[in-house]
């Protein structure tokens, strides 16, 4: 019985001792998987690139005013026109600034 103990004692020691010297797979996972995150960061920014540019092209290739931008610009411009004239501008002064007309100016200060 004794000899039983002392035998299961040597052998977790020794067991011990094997998985301490044992090279750890963790850590080497650990770097492979941080290989592949890398490597797919790289892939992600290079597609982004490709992306964007593909973009600027798309933008370049097809015309630049669609329905709904002509209406933002249309807004856009009418606050223009109306901030020119609280600042005290004339209308021939507004009109020489943007691309409407005197009339079309005091259409839009009559509509306010």
């Known amino acids: 019985m004794e000899w039983m103990i002392v035998s299961l ?3 977790g020691c020794l067991l011990i001792l094997v998985s301490l010297l044992q090279k750890d797979s963790a ?11 890398i490597q797919l960061m790289q892939e992600m920014y290079q597609l982004r690139k490709k992306v964007s540019l593909l973009e600027e092209e798309h933008m370049l290739s097809t015309p630049v005013h669609k329905a709904e931008d002509t209406m933002d610009e249309q807004s856009m411009s009418r606050d223009y026109v109306l901030s020119l004239h609280e600042e005290g501008l004339s209308v021939a ?19 306010d």
């Open 9 to 11: 004692l040597g052998a």
């Open 27 to 37: 850590k080497e996972v650990e770097k492979q998987v941080e290989n592949v995150s």
């Open 93 to 111: 002064d507004i009109a020489g600034m943007t691309q409407y007309s005197e009339e079309e100016i005091e259409n839009i200060l009559a509509n």
